[in-house]
């Protein structure tokens, strides 16, 4: 195990910021937490990470207690925080090798392992310039090189990538999914992107008030929770009403609803069915669920309110 917490719990005063965490991560897994402002998040990774100590409970990170065995556990893992980064007036390779030897890293080895990072998260054609005029992306990738240049076993990513557009967020998505193929590296990310977690991570934790409320891979969470909907489209309300009663499902705003397991699959059956009840409906659309979706279905509250998701991104401060 990489990582495994028991009822780690911080209080900020009398905020309950994490509220009896159990999770357990495996070498090689990639984890997102996922869930709204407030959630947790990043505390919990600051507590994984040794900087702050936790209220009670316990961690060990790759191996070693958060709090008894802080040295330990920080020359094993990087960490990138939600918008820190690397410094503006040096050079981005300069960085890098700085970083490197503040590992204790002999400088030859730095340089080689700064020059390995620049070409595998495609920098090579801004590493040489000084950090300030690096785009949000590039700086974001940059700041990626700094966490991974000590080769640590375990990486986490606060939000890697708020802020970027869309065509910068996949390239950076694409880069961590490289990475962690290559490396091997156990990756526990946080973001508010549903479409990030979904696609990325093969276990999606949903965290909400410092809790754990789900903890799966994204299709199990998706068919556990949600499932896919057949929704019925009728020209009369007494069409609807009889296809209701002979699908056994309910009507709402004129549609026949149905939970199906495999919607694309299960529709032909359905119209069969009604076909030999004499109805067929004007149109048929199959929803298939998000990670919104589940959240919405585990709280009664959508990821999008409040600005908790996909609304447009900030950019990121030069
Ligand atoms: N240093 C602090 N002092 C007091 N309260 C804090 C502190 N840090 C976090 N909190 C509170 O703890 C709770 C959890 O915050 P945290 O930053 O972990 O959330 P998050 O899930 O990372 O949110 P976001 O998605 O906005 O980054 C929030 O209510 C926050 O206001
Ligand atoms: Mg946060």
């Given at each position: 195990m990489m990582i495994e917490t028991r009822e780690l719990t911080k209080m900020f005063k009398d905020v309950r910021?994490?509220?009896?965490i159990n999770l357990t991560v495996a070498r090689g897994e990639l984890v997102a937490l996922l869930g709204p402002n407030g959630a947790g998040k990043s505390t919990t990774l600051r507590m994984l990470t040794t900087l702050i100590p936790p209220t009670s409970g316990s961690a060990q990170v790759a191996g070693f207690d958060v709090v008894r065995r802080q040295r330990d556990v920080r020359l094993r893992i990087g960490y990138i925080g939600q918008g820190n980064g690397a410094g503006h007036s040096q050079r981005g390779r300069d960085e890098l090798i700085s970083q490197g030897r503040a590992y204790g890293m002999p400088v030859r080895a730095a340089r080689t392992r700064a020059g390995e990072l620049i070409d595998s998260l495609g920098l090579s054609d801004v590493a040489d310039r000084t950090v300030s005029t690096l785009s949000g992306g590039q700086r974001r990738r940059l700041d990626i090189a700094m966490g991974l240049i000590h080769a640590p076993e375990l990486l986490f990513l606060d939000e890697p990538s708020t802020g970027l557009d869309p065509q910068n967020r996949a390239n950076l998505q694409e880069h961590i999914v490289r990475l962690r193929a290559e490396h091997g590296t156990t990756i526990v990310l946080t973001t508010h992107y549903l479409d990030e977690a979904d696609s990325m991570a093969e276990r999606v934790i949903v965290i909400d008030h410092g809790r754990i409320i789900a903890d799966d891979t994204p299709q199990q969470l998706k068919a556990k929770h949600v499932g896919d909907r057949v929704i019925l489209g009728f020209g009369s309300p007494v069409d609807a009403a009889q296809a209701a009663k002979a699908l056994g499902a309910p009507v709402a705003d004129g549609c026949v609803r149905l939970v199906a397991e495999d919607g694309p699959r299960e529709a032909p059956r359905i119209l069969d069915s009604l076909r030999s009840a004499g109805l067929a409906p004007d149109s048929i659309e199959v929803k298939r669920p998000t990670l919104d979706d589940v959240f919405l279905t585990l709280t009664g509250r959508s990821l999008r309110e409040g600005g908790a998701a996909d609304t447009e991104p900030e950019l990121v401060e030069a």
């Open positions: 910021a994490v509220d009896g």
